[in-house]
């Protein structure tokens, strides 16, 4: 099982990214699926999560600016940015509880690799 991440890159303040994880391998399902940030010198922090039934909780400072969703059929978690402060630059990683297709069955947590987000002032 892995996830990739992907659609980082570099936005001026004021403007917009989507990021996108999507879990691939033997994957019987997904549990709570979520973003994560960290900068340099701190802690990864949390952003956004969504439960396997699409509920939704942000952190404060998401809150009216980012969208997470999912599409279940896809095994893929997005994450609409908008209105990007300088302050939301870091590297995103992604998040997942998978149940793998095993004997026994085992629930494992997983992150993506990474993706850069810079938001310029």
């Known amino acids: 099982v892995q996830l990739q991440a992907s659609g980082g890159g570099l936005v001026q303040a004021g403007g917009s990214l989507r990021l996108s994880c999507a879990a691939s391998?033997?994957?019987?399902?997904?549990?709570?699926m979520a973003w994560y940030r960290q900068v340099p010198g701190k802690q990864r922090e949390l952003v956004a999560s969504v439960s396997s039934g699409a509920r939704a909780t942000y952190a404060d400072s998401s809150k009216g600016r980012f969208a997470i969703f999912r599409d279940n059929t896809k095994n893929t978690v997005y994450l609409q940015m908008n209105s990007l402060k300088p302050e939301d630059t870091g590297v995103y990683y992604c998040?997942?509880?998978?149940?793998?297709?095993?004997?026994?069955?085992?629930?494992?947590?997983?992150w993506g690799e990474g993706t850069l987000v810079t938001v310029s002032s």
């Open positions: 391998g033997s994957i019987v399902s997904i549990g709570d």
């Open positions: 998040n997942a509880g998978i149940r793998e297709r095993t004997w026994p069955p085992t629930v494992s947590n997983y």
